[in-house]
């Protein structure tokens, strides 16, 4: 849409008799008042302040009403339903006040188009050691990087490459759109060619995780405006980086969305988190649900460039409404990369263990947990939970050459039979790994690292496993320079019944779940020791401190990460292939776990006895840092390697 065109509100609500346009006098509200530092949530009963004038919408065919009236860039409003309160717009472009508040007109193309620049805040004089550590590490990596120029970067094929997890408000101190821009260009020279970003959803409060959405177009305020989110993703572009976004589609926040009182969009079935839309369960059917959920997947594409969407736990949909949402999708793909000249990728995560959804659901890839539970149980012990089946070490091997360790087994967690095999010929590209993620730490009591309880030739094997693997690898915020900043579960409800409610859900679900490997009875939370998610320290312990970066041990672990990334390009590029190269494969040979693949050999040597090491194309002893941080898992320390090599065939 042209900005000079104007804004027409429109809003679906079938079952309203009237509907009233309430358009905020500019000067008069919160939303002029330039003197606030930061986005707010207010509750509803104060939300919508200043003066206000109402215009009667008329009605259109399909239960739509239509303005008589456009609105410009800027401008906010909101509607009133049957002389009712005002509710936002369900289809909101960005709610700067907060999710309860007045919504505001923003056009793509209104958005500034220049590349941000780094925040005030974290200008200042740097440090002469650090400097002198950061000057030596460009010097040293400046050969080897790879380019930094965006000509010719292909954004259409994403997998294989590396994707970089995120989550914006915990990536720097000042959380936000124009802080991440500012790291790109050290993800880039990393070796990184896909940032994830995780939920951008406008949701209630001014912190979460992102996947309880209220808002399903508009950006979480907190983080920025949408022009700074759309600088962001051109500053990633410019620099050769694709972007993907995690978008939930499964379900709505019970907090903050205002859909059921425009109409029915809900079904009566429950997910894990909220009710389930409406959606249709034939193919060639359609309804407002639907038509909502595929509106915002492909304005994210469109309005923002994001080269990817990440769909949450697709698990959680119906199965016949989950094909219908899909085939929706995908159907409206073609023409937007037409539009566009490029095409998207959609990736899914769920946990049915079934390559057939690749085909079924058109998608280009599925996340695959049982790579991480594979090696995670492998290096430190643990087997309670979803770990039980994963103890036996051949665990990884079955994953390396099979994809799911449940392929058609069963599953003790579960307690029936899960997934489907593989087949052999599939591209284990369609897969994305990982030794880490938000899921995987987040989802710990404490929320901590494997670097914070894994010796760190252990965390080091993680990442070679990961990245030389034969599938889509993907790190988590940090895990570079290892970070043993947590990455904790918060959020931020306004009110204390739901913030009462999230704490306790959080300790039923480890009690449930976890409890039995710690020593204690199901049902029993007082070995856990859970962090409040409600406390905002849970937010703040859980932001990155970059300047561990720049420490001699975060100094080692980003060589090591670089030397890997870089390594995998050659090894992409076919370097290491001869022909008898095998198919990629793990196997035990004694002590040694040996993992092969395109002409690269990972050895892991559990045993006392050294391997050779004078052919090695890296060794962990040339990287190792000098001290091991305090508390280590005493058993994850027993079973630690000796030795880590990295071998070509």
């Not at 309860?100 to 050691?129: F, L, Q, T, Y």
């Not at 037409?338 to 959609?346: E, F, K, Q, V, Y």
């Not at 599953?411 to 599939?426: A, M, N, Y």
């Not at 252990?458 to 993907?474: G, H, R, Y």
Request: glycine share 8%; charged share 25%.
């Amino acid at each position: 849409m042209n900005p000079a065109s104007g804004f027409t509100p429109r809003v679906w609500a079938p079952e309203k008799t009237t509907v009233e346009l309430i358009i905020q006098v500019a000067g008069t509200g919160l939303g002029d008042q330039a003197e606030l530092a930061e986005p707010i949530n207010l509750p509803p009963s104060l939300a919508f302040s200043g003066e206000h004038r109402r215009v009667t919408m008329h009605p259109m065919a399909g239960g739509w009403w239509e303005s008589p009236e456009s609105l410009a860039p800027g401008d906010f409003y909101g509607f009133c339903l049957d002389g009712g309160p005002f509710h936002p717009d369900p289809r909101s472009r960005f709610q700067p006040e907060g999710v309860h508040s007045w919504s505001e007109v923003w056009i793509p193309d209104s958005a500034s188009r220049e590349v941000p620049k780094s925040p005030e805040s974290s200008k200042g004089p740097e440090n002469p050691e650090v400097k002198e550590a950061r000057e030596a590490r460009e010097a040293r990596e400046a050969p080897h990087r790879a380019t930094t120029t965006a000509p010719g970067s292909d954004f259409s094929e994403l997998l294989g490459k590396v994707f970089y997890e995120l989550h914006v408000g915990t990536f720097t101190p000042e959380g936000s759109f124009a802080a991440a821009a500012t790291k790109l260009a050290d993800l880039k020279a990393l070796g990184v060619e896909v940032v994830e970003l995780m939920p951008l959803a406008a949701f209630e409060g001014d912190r979460g995780w992102g996947y309880d959405s209220s808002d399903f177009f508009a950006p979480f305020a907190p983080y920025g405006t949408p022009p700074e989110l759309t600088d962001f993703v051109r500053a990633a572009h410019e620099l050769g980086l694709a972007v993907c976004l995690d978008l939930v589609l499964n379900h709505a926040s019970a907090r903050g969305c205002y859909l059921s009182a425009f109409g029915p969009y809900f079904s009566f079935d429950e997910t894990l988190w909220g009710d389930a839309f409406d959606i249709p369960k034939v193919s060639g059917e359609s309804n407002e649900a639907l038509a909502f959920l595929t509106d915002s997947a492909l304005w994210w594409l469109e309005a923002y460039g994001f080269d990817a969407l990440r769909l949450d736990a697709i698990h959680a949909i119906d199965a016949p409404r989950r094909k219908v949402l899909l085939d929706a999708i995908a159907a409206q793909l073609p023409a937007l990369e037409a539009r566009s000249g490029r095409r998207r990728t959609l990736i899914a995560e769920s946990d049915l263990n079934d390559a057939g959804l690749l085909e079924e659901l058109h998608l280009d890839g599925l996340w695959d947990d049982d790579f991480h539970h594979a090696l995670h149980c492998l290096f430190t012990g643990e087997s309670g939970g979803y770990y039980a089946d994963f103890a036996d070490r051949e665990a990884f091997t079955k994953v390396m050459a099979e994809v799911y360790f449940h392929n058609g087994t069963f599953s003790t967690f579960r307690g029936q039979i899960w997934g489907e095999p593989v087949s052999p010929r599939l591209p284990r590209e369609h897969f994305v790994v990982f030794s880490s993620n938000h899921d995987q730490v987040g989802n710990r009591a404490l929320g901590d690292r494997p670097v914070s309880y894994l010796p760190s030739i252990s965390v080091a094997a993680l990442a070679a496993l990961t990245l030389l693997s034969p599938f889509t690898p993907m790190l988590f915020m940090g895990e570079e320079f290892g970070a043993l900043t947590p990455f904790q579960f918060f959020a931020d409800p306004e009110g204390e019944s739901d913030a009462i409610a999230i704490r306790e859900g959080r300790a039923e679900e480890f009690s449930r779940m976890w409890t039995d490997s710690l020593g204690s009875k199901a049902g029993d939370t007082s070995v856990l020791n859970l962090p409040d998610p409600t406390d905002i320290e849970a937010f703040r312990a859980s932001k990155l401190d970059w300047s561990e970066a720049e420490t001699p041990r975060g100094e080692a672990f980003r060589r090591w990460y670089f030397d890997l990334l870089a390594l995998r390009r050659r090894q992409r590029a076919g370097e290491f292939l001869s022909t008898s190269a095998a198919l990629p494969s793990a196997r035990w040979e004694g002590e040694v776990l040996v993992m092969e693949n395109a002409g690269i050999s990972v050895l892991v040597n559990f045993g006392e006895i050294p391997l050779a090491a004078q052919d090695s194309l890296m060794d962990w002893q040339d990287y190792a840092p000098a001290s091991e941080p305090p508390n280590l898992s005493p058993e994850a320390t027993k079973q630690a390697p000796t030795q880590l090599l990295v071998l070509a065939l």
